[in-house]
T-cell receptor, first 115, second 111 residues
Framework: GAVVSQHPSWVICKSGTSVKIECRSLDFQATTMFWYRQFPKQSLMLMATSNEGSKATYEQGVEKDKFLINHASLTLSTLTVTSAHPEDSSFYIC???????????FGQGTRLTVV | RKEVEQDPGPFNVPEGATVAFNCTYSNSASQSFFWYRQDCRKEPKLLMSVYSSGNEDGRFTAQLNRASQYISLLIRDSKLSDSATYLCVVNPGSSASKIIFGSGTRLSIRP
């Protein structure tokens, strides 16, 4: 299967700082990547759809100014959590699909803890 | 009504038992269906795709019922290693424009 690499796998940051999470498709080009957030014992919640070369599409209730998404190339999308607060502590996961494909390949996830 | 609904469980069954999960979806035009497995604190991983004719992979059988808009997953001869959360995934379009996840069904296999 295709490989999607997400970095970092975990991060602890102080409240008020910003954190950048990278999602890379290693062996295929991903025109679309997805960013999810998962709280403990809950399912994945789609935050936004990241489109290469254009603005991301955010789900209802997700603040685009707080969760900045950049998809500058066909193999890299980044999610920046700006001015992080403890309530932003969560498991963030990205996924990508091959062009024309339907199967989603997931990154390993990033566990963010804001203290 | 949620776009994809699953029984959250937990299902707690003895090793060797057969267990089945159902998942319903609201968009009748949905094209692709999958079951993913997620272990605690890990990313989801594809377990199997679900085809219209039904498909089997070892101890796992997936079925699709378009008329009733549900998919199912059957696990036979369950193993301790089957303990995980099983996510029903629906792709409404022909490409992965917006994959929709169910809330997941937690399965725990006891010795």
């Amino acid at each position: 299967g295709a490989v999607v690499s997400q970095h970092p796998s975990w991060v602890i940051c102080k409240s008020g700082t910003s954190v950048k999470i990278e999602c890379r498709s290693l062996d295929f080009q991903a025109t679309t990547m997805f960013w999810y957030r998962q709280f403990p014992k809950q399912s994945l919640m789609l935050m936004a759809t990241s489109n290469e070369g254009s603005k991301a599409t955010y789900e209802q209730g997700v603040e685009k100014d707080k969760f900045l998404i950049n998809h500058a190339s066909l193999t890299l999308s980044t999610l920046t959590v700006t001015s992080a607060h403890p309530e932003d502590s969560s498991f963030y996961i990205c996924s990508a699909t091959r062009q024309g494909g339907t199967e989603a390949f997931f990154g390993q996830g990033t566990r963010l803890t804001v203290v | 009504r949620k776009e994809v609904e699953q029984d959250p469980g937990p299902f707690n069954v003895p090793e060797g038992a057969t267990v089945a999960f159902n998942c319903t979806y609201s968009n009748s035009a949905s094209q692709s269906f999958f079951w993913y497995r997620q272990d605690c604190r890990k990313e989801p991983k594809l377990l199997m795709s679900v085809y219209s004719s039904g498909n089997e992979d070892g101890r796992f059988t997936a079925q699709l019922n378009r008329a009733s808009q549900y998919i199912s997953l059957l696990i036979r001869d369950s193993k301790l290693s089957d303990s995980a959360t099983y996510l029903c995934v629906v792709n409404p379009g022909s490409s992965a424009s917006k994959i929709i996840f169910g809330s997941g069904t937690r399965l725990s296999i006891r010795p």
